[in-house]
């Protein structure tokens, strides 16, 4: 059967795709189970996901797994995800490293259950030499969060006489965000139908091209990655210029 993974043009991969993972607690209730029957099984789609952005070459895979809002929900549901994210992070670093995979996280990680922020750390020392694919979850992750964070940081060296306010620029800000060592990504999935941006690297998204799928992120398997990059690989990014600019390089 002929995958829509050989219609990819490799010389026109995105090098960063980020991914908002949407629509587990539906998917569950759909099957008349808990929400975090759902969670559970959006762990297969995160494996779906990885495998197929590396096996294509893509540099930087960025998922959204939790965020700042997210604290809000019951907090059954939260410990559940804790406890969830903990079991995948341990489990997965075997096959991190035997992918050559490198594990990253942004967001406000000192909020996280003390275990949970213990095990992140080592599994990303444990994968930090790898370099075939960057994996960055974003846990406890708020765009405003971010953006403030770097706010602040731009403030207090200001107020030290380490920054003049003129050479506050874009690269100086972007230094200050989480993601200061990873490329703005260049293709945005959501799942679950929902076309919302719900507070993910605004700043970063600036250029981004959006991409919506109906499914549920528990059935969201590498088909449907593929979709996804064939559907960026048919737009045409123009930053602001003319067609005829674009056509002409
Ligand atoms: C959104 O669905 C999903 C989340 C808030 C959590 C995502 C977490 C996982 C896929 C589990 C493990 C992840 C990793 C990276 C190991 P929702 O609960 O908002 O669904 P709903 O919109 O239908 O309520």
């Not at 990303?124 to 992750?141: F, G, H, P, V």
Request: hydrophobic share 35%.
């Amino acid at each position: 059967m002929s995958s829509l993974k050989d219609n990819i043009n490799p010389d026109k991969l995105p090098k960063h795709v980020a991914i908002i993972m949407d629509g587990n607690g539906r998917w569950a209730k759909q099957k008349g189970k808990h929400r975090i029957f759902g969670h559970k099984n959006g762990v297969t789609s995160v494996r779906e996901a990885a495998e197929a952005a590396a096996e294509l070459g893509i540099s930087y895979l960025t998922l959204y797994a939790f965020s700042t809002e997210n604290w809000s929900r019951p907090k059954t549901e939260v410990n559940a995800l804790m406890s969830l994210l903990l079991q995948t992070i341990k489990d997965e670093v075997v096959t991190m490293n035997n992918n050559n995979i490198r594990l990253n996280a942004i967001g406000d990680l000192e909020n996280l259950p003390p275990r949970n922020y213990k095990h992140l750390l080592k599994a990303i020392e444990q994968t930090s030499k790898n370099d075939r694919m960057t994996l960055t979850l974003a846990l406890s992750y708020s765009s405003r969060w971010e953006i403030l964070q770097a706010v602040r940081q731009i403030g207090e060296k200001v107020k030290n006489g380490s920054l003049r306010p003129e050479e506050i620029d874009q690269q100086v800000f972007e230094k200050h965000l989480t993601t200061n060592n990873i490329p703005d990504p260049e293709l945005l999935i959501r799942t679950s139908g929902e076309y919302r941006i719900s507070n993910f690297m605004l700043w970063q998204i600036a250029y981004s091209e959006l991409y919506f799928s109906p499914k549920f992120w528990p059935d969201f398997r590498k088909e449907d990655l593929y979709e996804a990059i064939l559907d960026y690989q048919c737009r045409e990014r123009r930053f602001g210029k003319t067609s005829e600019q674009i056509l002409k390089k």
